[in-house]
């Protein structure tokens, strides 16, 4: 079993700069996929990121992509989202999430889910 807990959620200004972090407790495994969705009121939980155990094979939605990086410290358990030029619709609550592999996560087939943590940008 796994437990995902992430934080560094918050409110910043359009333009802005913030960084997530999950951390995993249990028992992971390298061909694990742990990553990010995200959910705006009203609106579908959508897939944002995902990165892989080992290796360095790394997804990002289009939405993101140039903005949104993704990186890990295996030896922490810890998986990072860093958000750059966030935009007013980036305003959601992000979830971490895993899955036994990477391929099954970035088509949705989620094993553990985090609790969330909100990120509101405003304009």
């Known amino acids: 079993q796994v437990q995902l807990v992430e934080s560094g959620g918050g409110l910043v200004q359009a333009g802005g700069s913030l960084t997530l972090s999950c951390g995993a407790s249990?028992?992971?495994?390298?061909?694990?996929?742990v990553g990010w969705f995200r959910q705006a009121p009203g609106k579908d939980r959508e897939f944002v990121a995902a990165?892989?155990?080992?290796?360095?094979?790394?997804y990002y939605a289009d939405s993101v992509k140039g903005r949104f990086t993704i990186s890990r410290d295996n030896a922490k358990n810890t998986v990072f989202l860093q958000m750059n030029g966030l935009k007013p619709e980036d305003t959601a609550v992000y979830y971490c999430?895993?899955?036994?592999?990477?391929?099954?996560?970035?088509?949705?087939?989620?094993?553990?889910w985090g609790q969330g943590t909100q990120v509101t940008v405003s304009s």
């Open positions: 999430a895993a899955s036994s592999s990477i391929q099954r996560l970035r088509l949705g087939g989620v094993d553990y």
């Open positions: 249990g028992r992971t495994f390298s061909s694990y996929g």
């Open positions: 990165i892989r155990w080992t290796g360095d094979i790394t």
